[in-house]
């Protein structure tokens, strides 16, 4: 992990607004004065009780959400979301060669040979064999559907991942696989990751640094020890009590 930095946020709060189909009626706001950085390299843990403005966040990052003030600031480009649940987040009416192939296809800079040279490569980069390139989500395991998700987050070769509780609908040992690949992967293609998850023993397995976010607010933040070992604020003491 170096200081070299893969994401910025700088005193963001944002949040939705009611109003109809032009939004022009009072700002509620979700997140308050949320700063803190991704450093090239690094898996950042956000942690959090549901309802506290984890996927808002996620989404103000990727621009699906515009921040009321303060700054979101990309090193990196075309920056991907990796979702809790793959099987809402593919298109059940086509095959995984084609999801995986459509991004290649939209971008324009690749002829199909190459397009699906490199399906076939992320395929393999995820441990899929190329059988899966023909079936439909509804044809897969959960694990392969997940695996399926990284790949089409990754096809187009960014170097920032959000992964949104990438493994809670997941068994045990398929979550295993799971965080292994996502070591694998940041490793082998230089990934930095932003990874949200309410479940604290997956984000002490997998994370370097951690994120505590309480009503919209970093409450906390510190390396994985610090923050497990040594946590300052009752509400992280509170979280790590109900995780064990």
């Known amino acids: 992990m170096s200081d070299e930095l893969a994401l910025s946020l700088r005193h963001v709060s944002s949040g939705y607004r009611d109003g109809g189909i032009f939004r022009r009626g009072p700002l509620h706001e979700v997140l308050h004065d949320v700063t803190f950085d991704v450093r090239h390299g690094e898996i950042l843990g956000l942690v959090g009780e549901s309802g506290t403005g984890k996927s808002t966040l996620a989404r103000t990052i990727l621009g699906m959400v515009q921040p009321g003030q303060g700054e979101v600031i990309h090193y990196t480009k075309r920056p991907q979301m990796i979702f809790q649940d793959p099987y809402s987040s593919l298109n059940p009416a086509y095959t995984v060669g084609w999801t995986l192939e459509e991004p290649l296809r939209i971008y324009g800079k690749y002829g199909r040979e190459e397009r699906r040279q490199r399906v076939r490569d992320m395929l393999k980069r995820v441990e899929l064999p190329d059988e899966c390139l023909s079936a439909k989500p509804a044809e897969l395991s959960g694990g392969q559907r997940q695996r399926v998700s990284i790949a ?37 293609l230089d990934l930095s990751y932003l990874f949200i998850s309410h479940d604290l023993n997956v984000v002490y397995q997998l994370c370097d640094r951690v994120l505590v976010m309480k009503s919209g607010r970093i409450v906390e ?24």
């Open 152 to 188: 089409a987050a990754l096809i187009r070769r960014p170097k920032f991942l959000i992964a949104d509780e990438p493994v809670s609908a997941l068994d045990v040992t398929i979550q295993t696989q799971i965080l292994d690949l996502l070591q694998t992967l940041r490793r082998e």
């Open 221 to 244: 933040q510190g390396t994985v020890d610090e923050i497990f070992d040594h946590p300052k604020e009752d509400y992280t003491k509170q979280l790590l009590a109900a995780a064990e």
